[in-house]
T-cell receptor, first 115, second 112 residues
């Protein structure tokens, strides 16, 4: 069965600083990988996804992520954080389970941005 | 506007009183799912549906039922809610297998 680990529960960065959120996955085949963001009181919004091809993927809001098969990682990065980026971030791995569209989520990383 | 709509957004109920949380999508998506979100546990899948009349259990199906009589609707039914079902629930839909999932705004359920 697939699993996702987000080792950092909380991260605090200063506005303008760079950001990296860690994500490690476990899955026997080529994974489908996603990063979602959840603002307070809101649903989840897709930031970016990796299915195949270029291992560095660009997303919305200036985010990018790099798939590293050798490290089973899919870390999210942003060069300069804005105060509006404060939210909870979820990494997810997609898998086929008898035809079902199953996403397995990590436990999330809460990002705080200091002004 | 393409969206997934859940109702109600907030619900407080008593133990044992049957309730239904509705979910509707206007994107003609085949796949729909229900998740619950609990602090420190992330999102866990309750049930999913591949198409009309095709549903299956996710990771935490106990205490829940679903139905998919129409492509656009995927209600979540709690026949006899218990306090351990107090949670934030999300409905999601996607066009095909492993494409982007679109999430509703969530339903915060409290069972007392």
């Amino acid at each position: 069965a697939q699993s996702v680990t987000q080792p950092d529960i909380h991260i605090t960065v200063s506005e303008g600083a760079s950001l990296e959120l860690r994500c490690n996955y476990s899955y026997g085949a080529t994974p489908y990988l996603f990063w979602y963001v959840q603002s307070p009181g809101q649903g989840l919004q897709l930031l970016l996804k990796y299915f195949s091809g270029d291992t560095l993927v660009q997303g919305i809001k200036g985010f990018e992520a790099e798939f590293k098969r050798s490290q089973s990682s899919f870390n999210l990065r942003k060069p300069s954080v804005h105060w509006s980026d404060a939210a909870e971030y979820f990494c997810a791995v997609g898998a086929f389970t008898g035809g079902g569209n199953k996403l397995t989520f990590g436990t999330g990383t809460q990002l705080k941005v200091e002004l | 506007e393409a969206q997934v709509t859940q109702n109600p957004r907030y619900l407080i109920t008593v133990t044992g009183k049957k309730l239904t949380v509705t979910c509707s999508q206007n994107m003609n998506h085949e796949y729909m799912s229900w998740y619950r979100q609990d602090p420190g546990l992330g999102l866990r899948q309750i049930y999913y549906s591949m198409n009309v009349e095709v549903t299956d259990k996710g990771d935490v199906p106990e205490g829940y039922k679903v139905s998919r009589k129409e492509k656009r609707n995927f209600p979540l039914i709690l026949e006899s809610p218990s306090p351990n079902q107090t949670s934030l629930y999300f409905c999601a839909s996607s066009l095909q297998r492993m494409t982007e999932a679109f999430f509703g705004q969530g339903t915060r359920l409290t069972v007392v």
